[in-house]
């Protein structure tokens, strides 16, 4: 699952992950709260999230959606390179990869995939 407000983003994410992993099935979601309601119909076995988004921000939907699938994997994608904010996100559990969106961040989630 990739959940980014940009859908540019998750285009560009999605091509890059697909061109590697063509028989992958990837959904999108434009928000956190959109995320959780495809995950309560559909459980997936990856999430991509972006972290600035209006509303509930990325990490907030990550730790909810833990709570649906807490096994999941969770990578939190960010231009926001703060010690902070990638100190947060390793804390809950999740990987921490930062924007722009690029063949290596495709590697990254496919990796947790164990792909």
Do not use: C, Y
């Not at 990550?62 to 904010?85: D, G, H, K, S």
């Not at 924007?99 to 792909?115: F, N, R």
Request: proline share 4%; glycine share 6%; hydrophobic share 55%.
């Amino acid at each position: 699952m990739i959940v980014d407000d940009s859908r540019m983003s998750r285009l560009i994410l999605q091509g890059l992950i697909l061109q590697a992993h063509p028989q992958w099935t990837i959904v999108h979601a434009s928000s956190g709260e959109e995320a959780l309601q495809l995950v309560r119909e559909n459980p997936v076995d990856l999430v991509s999230m972006d972290f600035n988004m209006a509303g509930m921000n990325g990490l907030e939907a990550a730790l909810a959606l833990r709570e649906i699938l807490p096994a999941v994997p969770i990578a939190i994608l960010t231009a926001n390179v703060q010690t902070a904010v990638q100190g947060r996100i390793e804390e809950a559990g999740m990987v921490f990869i930062a924007k722009p969106i690029t063949a290596s961040a495709a590697t990254q989630l496919a990796a947790l995939a164990g792909a």
